[in-house]
């Protein structure tokens, strides 16, 4: 299923580096702005100190006692300044002495607010009553003896249109820097993602006939190339995996085959001709030790399948090793007197086992099995149980069998590996109870391995977890 364009990480990338980079200019216009802003009205308040002080000097007092102005004296009249200046004087008492053209009726504050202009300029921020925002600077001053109080204000007009302009100069481009930025981030996300196309290509190719296939590793592509191994691994994981399985459902059908055709050709020899009762007895007694082989193997293979699909619930206790050992050798008995066989336990009889009985004892019956099948007539099985550190112990299992090749001893553990086949088929072997032995040990969380003295019978020896004092 193709996946809406708007979902793929191409757009999703080009999206959120366009949407980054339009909040981060915007977050920078509107710091700029503010700090161009605050820098304006700093000027505008140092302009009207300085004015204040140029004004200052320029007012005298008529004949009539009115407060007049020199407008003419100072050497720019047209200068912008001069002409926004709003200008007004008042006596202490607030009488209002002088207000310029510009300022008309407006007033620039109608009470004089308390310490305002001693000690200094002070300046502040004003609503003229028109809705003019200016800046205000006053001081008290003497004139002509007389003490009065003069503010010089200007408006903020002049610096928000510029405030405008300049915010103007850095959003309008925006669009256009983000559309920039859109295209050129499109084109590198699909350049970064372009490996993973090809390697999403590769995969679609991969099926379960085609698992030797792998993706390409380009080192060059850094996170992707690691991606590209950990699915080779993967892949190699399931190639491995499906080989087992292919080679196990072979090895199972071929198993399968040996004793059903020995029970269809022992039938077919038996129909063919006329046989005695005796006769029939035999063919018989045969057909019955074929299918009793069978339903061995398909008991081990159930036993298998229900391991590998992790069904098996244990159910662990703590019993002792002795009492495990004693009950598997009960079930050979007859065999071992069949065969003159010695069956002999030594070592430490205390040693407890912490696992499942079940399993644990399936597993041990095998191996004991497997002592008295490959051991000669008379010969002498001897277990051997040991502790080792605080909290395992050992059972070793040893026979006077002809041992196993030291080629072979990993692999007995393998399903169906045989050192004999044509011997171990001869006994009733199916190939499969040392792994299944193992897989029981193993999932008791112990271990399973051969010490072995070639040509000299072999040594098992399973390590589980154990004490070596009955616990009280
Ligand atoms: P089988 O049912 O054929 O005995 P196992 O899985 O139990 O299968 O054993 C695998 C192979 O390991 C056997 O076919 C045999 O060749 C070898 N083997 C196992 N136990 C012994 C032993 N005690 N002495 C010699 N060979 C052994």
Same mark, same amino acid.
């Given at each position: 299923?193709?996946?809406?364009?708007?979902?793929?990480? %191409?757009?999703?990338?080009?999206?959120?580096?366009?949407?980054?980079?339009?909040?981060?200019?915007?977050?920078?216009?509107?710091?700029?702005?503010?700090?161009?802003?605050?820098?304006?009205?700093?000027?505008?308040?140092?302009?009207?100190?300085?004015?204040?002080?140029?004004?200052?000097?320029?007012?005298?007092?008529?004949?009539?006692?009115?407060?007049?102005?020199?407008?003419?004296?100072?050497?720019?009249?047209?200068?912008?300044?001069?002409?926004?200046?709003?200008?007004?004087?008042?006596?202490?008492?607030?009488?209002?002495?002088?207000?310029?053209?510009?300022?008309?009726?407006?007033?620039?504050?109608?009470?004089?607010?308390?310490?305002?202009?001693?000690?200094?300029?002070?300046?502040?921020?004003?609503? +003229?009553?028109?809705?003019?925002?200016?800046?205000?600077?006053?001081?008290?001053?003497?004139?002509?003896?007389?003490?009065? +109080? $003069? %503010?010089?204000?200007?408006?903020?007009?002049?610096?928000?249109?510029?405030? %405008?302009?300049?915010?103007?100069?850095?959003?309008?481009?925006?669009?256009?820097?983000?559309? $920039?930025?859109?295209?050129?981030?499109?084109?590198?996300?699909? %350049?970064?993602?372009?490996?993973?196309?090809?390697?999403?290509?590769?995969?679609?190719?991969?099926?379960? =006939?085609?698992?030797?296939?792998?993706?390409?590793?380009?080192?060059?592509?850094?996170?992707?190339?690691? +991606?590209?191994?950990?699915?080779?691994?993967?892949?190699?994981?399931?190639?491995?995996?499906?080989?087992?399985?292919?080679?196990?459902?072979? =090895?199972?059908?071929?198993?399968?085959?040996?004793?059903?055709?020995?029970?269809?050709?022992?039938?077919?020899?038996?129909?063919?001709?006329?046989?005695?009762?005796?006769?029939?007895? =035999?063919?018989?007694?045969?057909?019955?030790?074929?299918?009793?082989?069978?339903?061995?193997?398909?008991?081990?293979?159930?036993?298998?399948?229900?391991?590998?699909?992790?069904?098996?619930?244990?159910?662990?206790?703590?019993?002792?090793?002795?009492?495990?050992?004693?009950?598997?050798?009960?079930?050979?008995?007859?065999?071992?007197?069949?065969?003159?066989?010695?069956?002999?336990?030594? #070592?430490?009889?205390?040693?407890?086992?912490?696992?499942?009985?079940? +399993?644990?004892?399936?597993?041990?019956?095998?191996?004991?099995?497997?002592?008295?099948?490959?051991?000669?007539?008379?010969?002498?099985?001897?277990?051997?149980?040991?502790?080792?550190?605080?909290?395992?112990?050992? $059972?070793?299992?040893?026979?006077?069998?002809?041992?196993?090749?030291?080629?072979?001893?990993?692999?007995?553990?393998?399903?169906?590996?045989?050192?004999?086949?044509?011997?171990?088929?001869?006994?009733?072997?199916?190939?499969?109870?040392?792994?299944?032995?193992?897989?029981?040990?193993?999932?008791?969380?112990?271990?399973?391995?051969?010490?072995?003295?070639?040509?000299?019978?072999?040594?098992?020896?399973?390590?589980?977890? #154990?004490?070596?004092?009955?616990?009280?």
């Amino acid at each position: 299923m193709i996946s809406p364009r708007w979902r793929h990480i %191409r757009t999703k990338l080009t999206l959120w580096h366009m949407l980054m980079l339009g909040v981060i200019l915007l977050i920078y216009s509107a710091s700029a702005s503010a700090l161009l802003l605050r820098h304006l009205r700093t000027q505008l308040v140092r302009h009207a100190i300085q004015d204040l002080e140029t004004v200052e000097g320029l007012f005298y007092f008529t004949s009539t006692g009115r407060l007049g102005f020199h407008e003419d004296y100072h050497n720019h009249p047209e200068s912008r300044e001069v002409l926004e200046r709003l200008l007004e004087v008042r006596s202490p008492d607030g009488e209002v002495l002088f207000r310029n053209t510009l300022l008309g009726n407006r007033s620039l504050g109608d009470q004089i607010l308390p310490q305002e202009g001693s000690g200094g300029y002070s300046p502040r921020e004003k609503i +003229l009553a028109d809705g003019t925002k200016v800046q205000i600077v006053s001081r008290r001053h003497l004139i002509a003896g007389q003490p009065t +109080l $003069i %503010r010089v204000a200007y408006s903020e007009a002049p610096i928000w249109q510029h405030f %405008r302009e300049e915010l103007m100069v850095l959003i309008i481009p925006l669009p256009f820097v983000l559309a $920039i930025a859109g295209v050129a981030g499109s084109f590198l996300a699909k %350049r970064a993602l372009q490996p993973m196309q090809q390697m999403a290509r590769r995969a679609e190719e991969i099926t379960g =006939d085609r698992l030797h296939s792998r993706l390409p590793i380009n080192e060059a592509d850094g996170e992707l190339a690691d +991606l590209a191994r950990v699915f080779n691994g993967m892949l190699g994981r399931l190639e491995q995996s499906f080989e087992q399985l292919r080679r196990f459902t072979s =090895d199972a059908s071929h198993e399968l085959r040996t004793p059903l055709t020995a029970i269809r050709s022992v039938g077919e020899v038996g129909l063919r001709k006329e046989v005695t009762p005796a006769e029939y007895r =035999d063919i018989i007694g045969s057909m019955l030790e074929e299918s009793n082989r069978l339903t061995r193997l398909v008991d081990s293979l159930l036993t298998i399948s229900r391991a590998d699909a992790g069904q098996l619930v244990l159910q662990p206790s703590t019993f002792p090793a002795i009492h495990l050992v004693r009950d598997c050798a009960s079930l050979f008995e007859v065999l071992l007197e069949e065969r003159g066989q010695h069956f002999v336990v030594q #070592g430490d009889e205390t040693l407890q086992v912490y696992g499942d009985w079940l +399993l644990l004892r399936q597993a041990l019956l095998n191996v004991i099995h497997n002592a008295i099948k490959y051991s000669p007539n008379g010969g002498e099985i001897v277990v051997t149980l040991g502790h080792l550190g605080l909290d395992r112990i050992s $059972i070793s299992i040893e026979d006077s069998g002809p041992g196993i090749p030291l080629q072979d001893q990993e692999k007995v553990f393998d399903r169906f590996y045989r050192v004999d086949g044509a011997r171990s088929r001869e006994t009733g072997g199916t190939g499969l109870g040392l792994s299944i032995t193992k897989w029981a040990v193993e999932s008791n969380g112990g271990s399973i391995s051969t010490v072995n003295v070639e040509g000299a019978g072999c040594i098992f020896r399973i390590e589980l977890p #154990g004490q070596a004092k009955a616990i009280s």
